[in-house]
């Protein structure tokens, strides 16, 4: 072989190998091409060298020196390979491993569930009429469910059928009444906590109580054994059915976000005289929002004000209602169900 071809071959083969070396993106492939060029047994510049011993013998001095050379300057670009990507990798780690433009992973982080958030904004609302929240127990006892709220012994409000108690006092022998005593029971209507708080509070009185209620109806589309109402309370000494009004027609404004019309229709429960069902006019229609009306004296009398001096209304809304209304839920069992996928529209 003649000393210009071997020298041909090394330059060609140093060419290859500070290609190969710059051309790494990381150590490992760095040390792959270090492997094929100068490794010690099979590297291609070890067996390029078996051909010196084909060169004629008096260049192979020359011959030697320029392999050494070329040696000399495949280990230096390896090195400089080297240091270049141990650069990188210290000072420009993120920016190596970390692609923005890579799709990411989308994962949900947890939120209050719609009917804590219609319940939050509901509270609010009735705050900034200045009603302040109030709390009472969801297990009940039949004086506060139904006795201090003048519902006779034999209304039909108290059937055990329509009721969850968790305890029956001693039973009469008559038939019509099975329950005397206090017994407990899971509370059907937060108008509980009206009296609960008259009884700790002298008037005037303006309270707002939201939570569970209790009753055994079979679920559909707008039934639940468990739901939720919003109840308020004012006593003062002058209140009357146009401060009802005007507070309901307030509360459908700010919850709804618009100008509602709000119309009462004659009713009754035992606990106000007059009693009234409220509607509101929504989206083309008269939109039923639940009973309301006067406090009756007897009631204020089982809390030990004098109906003479003072008066109040009272209202009690479904909760789940209102939020099924405005967010166009369909059924009242998606908010049970705890379905992620229903939940996280919220
Ligand atoms: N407690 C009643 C119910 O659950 C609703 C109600 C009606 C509440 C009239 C009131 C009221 O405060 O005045 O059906």
Request: include cysteine; hydrophobic fraction near 40%.
């Given at each position: 072989?003649?000393?210009e071809l071997?020298?041909?071959?090394l330059?060609a083969?140093?060419?290859?190998?500070?290609?190969?070396?710059?051309?790494?993106?990381?150590?490992?492939?760095?040390?792959?091409?270090r492997?094929?060029?100068l490794?010690a047994?099979?590297?291609?510049l070890k067996?390029?060298?078996k051909n010196?011993?084909?060169?004629p013998?008096?260049q192979k001095?020359?011959a030697g020196?320029k392999l050494?050379?070329?040696?000399?300057?495949i280990?230096?670009?390896?090195?400089?390979?080297?240091n270049?990507l141990?650069?990188a990798?210290?000072?420009?780690?993120?920016?190596?491993?970390?692609d923005?433009?890579l799709?990411?992973?989308?994962?949900?982080?947890?939120?209050?569930?719609?009917?804590?958030q219609?319940i939050?904004?509901?509270?609010d609302?009735?705050?900034?009429?200045?009603?302040?929240?109030?709390?009472?127990?969801?297990?009940?006892?039949?004086?506060?469910?139904?006795?201090?709220l003048?519902?006779?012994?034999?209304?039909?409000?108290r059937?055990?059928?329509d009721?969850?108690y968790?305890?029956?006092?001693?039973?009469?022998?008559?038939?019509?009444?099975?329950?005397?005593?206090?017994?407990?029971?899971?509370r059907?209507?937060?108008s509980?906590v009206?009296?609960?708080?008259?009884?700790n509070?002298?008037?005037?009185?303006?309270?707002?109580?939201?939570?569970?209620?209790?009753r055994p109806?079979?679920?559909?589309?707008?039934?639940?054994?468990?739901?939720?109402?919003?109840?308020?309370?004012?006593?003062d000494?002058?209140?009357s059915?146009?401060?009802l009004?005007?507070?309901?027609?307030?509360?459908?404004?700010?919850y709804?976000?618009?100008e509602?019309?709000v119309?009462?229709?004659p009713?009754?429960?035992p606990?106000?005289?007059?009693?009234?069902?409220?509607?509101?006019?929504?989206?083309?229609?008269?939109?039923?929002?639940?009973g309301?009306?006067?406090?009756?004296?007897n009631?204020?009398?089982?809390?030990?004000?004098?109906?003479?001096?003072?008066?109040g209304?009272?209202?009690?809304?479904?909760?789940e209602?209102l939020?099924?209304?405005?967010?166009?839920?369909?059924?009242?069992r998606?908010?049970?169900?705890n379905?992620?996928?229903?939940?996280?529209q919220?």
């Amino acid at each position: 072989m003649s000393i210009e071809l071997f020298i041909e071959q090394l330059e060609a083969l140093a060419q290859e190998a500070g290609k190969a070396f710059s051309e790494a993106a990381d150590s490992d492939q760095l040390d792959q091409a270090r492997v094929e060029f100068l490794g010690a047994k099979k590297g291609r510049l070890k067996s390029l060298q078996k051909n010196m011993g084909a060169v004629p013998g008096d260049q192979k001095k020359t011959a030697g020196m320029k392999l050494n050379a070329v040696k000399n300057s495949i280990q230096e670009s390896f090195e400089s390979a080297q240091n270049r990507l141990s650069s990188a990798s210290s000072d420009g780690q993120r920016d190596v491993k970390f692609d923005a433009t890579l799709p990411g992973k989308a994962f949900h982080v947890g939120r209050l569930h719609p009917i804590t958030q219609t319940i939050n904004e509901l509270k609010d609302i009735m705050g900034r009429l200045g009603f302040t929240p109030a709390e009472g127990p969801e297990i009940e006892d039949d004086y506060h469910n139904f006795e201090a709220l003048n519902i006779p012994r034999a209304h039909p409000a108290r059937d055990p059928l329509d009721n969850f108690y968790l305890s029956v006092a001693e039973t009469t022998s008559g038939n019509d009444i099975a329950l005397s005593g206090n017994p407990l029971l899971l509370r059907s209507q937060t108008s509980t906590v009206q009296i609960r708080v008259m009884e700790n509070t002298q008037p005037p009185v303006r309270i707002v109580s939201l939570g569970r209620v209790y009753r055994p109806d079979t679920a559909d589309w707008s039934h639940y054994p468990m739901f939720h109402q919003i109840e308020g309370l004012m006593v003062d000494e002058d209140v009357s059915l146009a401060d009802l009004k005007t507070v309901l027609k307030l509360f459908a404004s700010n919850y709804l976000g618009d100008e509602v019309p709000v119309r009462i229709r004659p009713s009754f429960f035992p606990f106000t005289e007059p009693s009234v069902e409220a509607d509101y006019y929504w989206d083309g229609k008269w939109v039923e929002f639940g009973g309301a009306g006067i406090v009756d004296p007897n009631v204020l009398r089982a809390v030990g004000y004098d109906p003479e001096k003072v008066s109040g209304f009272a209202f009690g809304l479904g909760i789940e209602r209102l939020c099924m209304i405005r967010h166009q839920i369909t059924d009242i069992r998606y908010l049970f169900t705890n379905d992620t996928r229903f939940l996280h529209q919220f």
